[in-house]
């Protein structure tokens, strides 16, 4: 590929531009990571995704647990609960083939992240009830629980779940 890029420079600037833009794209691409600080912008691409994804969980989350505590008048604690369920099966496939990358299939991975979701979910519920307990309020429990959840979610899928090893990107 260098050599087919140093050709490329050597035409006219349109060109220079092309290979510019393909070496820029190579740059911010998470394959291929050989070296301590390719895999620290690895993490950093990974972190970036995640918080995308999260960005949409949260909206789910969110959404149902609104639901259900205001409008159904389901206690903050059980609304929490289910809403966090919800966004299970949609953070299993998000963060296995968008944050992670990781095409293939492995039987281990949906118990791992069950396993890690439900550690989570105790993580989760226990931030959740402590803070509401102390300040009274739901919103602010809310988003407690959920960064904390979030920092240990994000480790685990790393290093557990879909961590080097455990599948194979493309």
């Known amino acids: 590929m260098a050599s087919e890029a140093f050709a490329l420079i050597r ?38 995704r995640f918080a995308l994804v999260s960005a949409v969980s949260l909206t789910i989350d969110y959404g149902v ?61 226990a931030v959740h009830d402590l803070a509401a307990d102390s300040g009274g309020a739901s919103n602010p429990a809310f988003l407690v629980a959920t960064f904390v959840w979030a920092c240990w979610n994000f480790a685990g899928q790393k290093l557990f779940v879909f961590g080097p090893g455990k599948s194979d990107s493309p």
């Not at 600037?13 to 911010?28: H, K, N, P, T, Y």
């Open 11 to 48: 035409g006219g600037r349109g060109v220079r531009i092309i290979v510019c833009l393909a070496l820029e794209r190579r740059f911010f691409s998470d394959r291929q990571i050989d070296s301590p600080m390719s895999e620290f912008r690895k993490t950093v691409l990974q972190a970036v």
């Open 65 to 125: 647990y609104h639901l259900l505590a205001e409008r159904f008048e389901v206690s903050s604690s059980w609304a929490k609960r289910i809403s966090f369920a919800c966004i299970a099966i949609w953070g299993f496939f998000a963060h296995k083939l968008f944050t992670f990358r990781k095409r293939r299939y492995r039987a281990s991975e949906p118990i791992r992240f069950a396993l890690l979701y439900f550690t989570g979910w105790m993580l989760n519920s």
